[in-house]
């Protein structure tokens, strides 16, 4: 399986996901910069973390128009794996391939420690390796994490268990607890919380490796046992 990870000017967390996944995970992975027009070589789209375009307007604004945001488009229409990490979160939300919106953290303040999240469901391609429920430990870092949507929407997240990841213990405010959704058909996922840095007992856990290893096994079923 071959990942794609987008830079945009002002992302900082590329490397750690580059890391994640050549070091820790084992697959062939690229950086890809914000202007290139095409993704078709490509299996996984990741957006990773940092300050795209300085974070200016609002988080995600102005990266939502990248020439690559049409390609990362079609990969999502085409049901290939788009992981968004924090400002990759917010850069989906604002491209319109998951619903709601992101506000400042409730105490106004930047975010740096880990925290315990639930899986809420462990049947989508990101989550699969993990049990129904359980608790696992990762790193946020943020100061725009705090989800918000209207009570339709929520509704329809909840429906369509779309909400996959919750927080033990709030910590920026976020709508129902909410650290991760995907889109209604299941292959795109946002999240606050940063499994790349998670993928190692020498980072203080190695909990997010498990989300890298259900979208390998995910594209394995589909396309290796198939084929």
């Given at each position: 399986?071959?990942?794609?990870?987008?830079?945009?000017?002002?992302?900082?967390?590329?490397?750690?996901?580059?890391?994640?996944?050549?070091?820790?995970?084992?697959?062939e992975?690229?950086?890809?910069?914000?202007?290139?027009?095409?993704l078709?070589?490509y299996?996984?789209?990741?957006?990773?973390?940092?300050?795209?375009?300085?974070?200016?307007?609002?988080?995600?604004?102005?990266?939502?128009?990248?020439?690559?945001m049409?390609?990362?488009?079609?990969?999502?229409?085409?049901?290939?794996?788009?992981?968004?990490?924090?400002?990759?979160?917010?850069?989906?939300?604002?491209?319109?391939?998951?619903?709601?919106?992101?506000?400042?953290?409730?105490s106004?303040?930047?975010?740096?420690?880990?925290?315990?999240?639930?899986?809420?469901?462990?049947?989508?391609?990101?989550?699969?390796?993990?049990?129904?429920d359980?608790?696992?430990?990762?790193?946020?870092?943020?100061?725009?994490?705090?989800?918000?949507?209207?009570?339709?929407?929520?509704?329809?997240?909840?429906?369509?268990?779309?909400?996959?990841?919750?927080?033990?213990?709030?910590?920026?405010?976020?709508?129902?607890?909410?650290?991760?959704?995907?889109?209604?058909?299941?292959?795109?996922?946002?999240?606050?919380?940063?499994?790349?840095?998670?993928?190692?007992?020498?980072?203080?856990s190695?909990?997010?490796?498990?989300?890298?290893?259900?979208?390998?096994?995910?594209?394995?079923?589909?396309?290796?046992?198939?084929?």
């Amino acid at each position: 399986m071959k990942f794609a990870v987008i830079v945009f000017p002002g992302s900082n967390c590329d490397v750690d996901m580059f890391h994640a996944i050549k070091d820790e995970l084992g697959e062939e992975v690229e950086y890809v910069w914000h202007d290139t027009e095409s993704l078709d070589g490509y299996d996984g789209i990741l957006l990773p973390g940092g300050f795209s375009y300085g974070d200016y307007l609002r988080t995600g604004a102005i990266a939502r128009f990248s020439n690559v945001m049409k390609e990362v488009m079609k990969a999502a229409e085409a049901g290939k794996p788009v992981l968004g990490v924090c400002n990759g979160f917010q850069i989906l939300l604002e491209a319109g391939l998951l619903p709601g919106a992101m506000r400042r953290n409730e105490s106004l303040s930047f975010i740096c420690k880990p925290v315990e999240l639930v899986v809420a469901n462990n049947q989508s391609m990101f989550t699969a390796e993990y049990k129904q429920d359980q608790t696992i430990t990762i790193p946020v870092a943020h100061g725009e994490g705090n989800y918000y949507c209207d009570e339709e929407t929520l509704n329809q997240l909840k429906a369509n268990k779309q909400i996959v990841f919750t927080y033990q213990q709030n910590p920026n405010g976020s709508l129902e607890n909410i650290a991760g959704i995907t889109n209604e058909k299941g292959n795109v996922l946002g999240m606050m919380p940063h499994p790349e840095r998670a993928v190692d007992e020498l980072l203080g856990s190695a909990d997010g490796l498990k989300m890298f290893q259900s979208i390998v096994k995910s594209w394995r079923e589909a396309h290796v046992v198939n084929a």
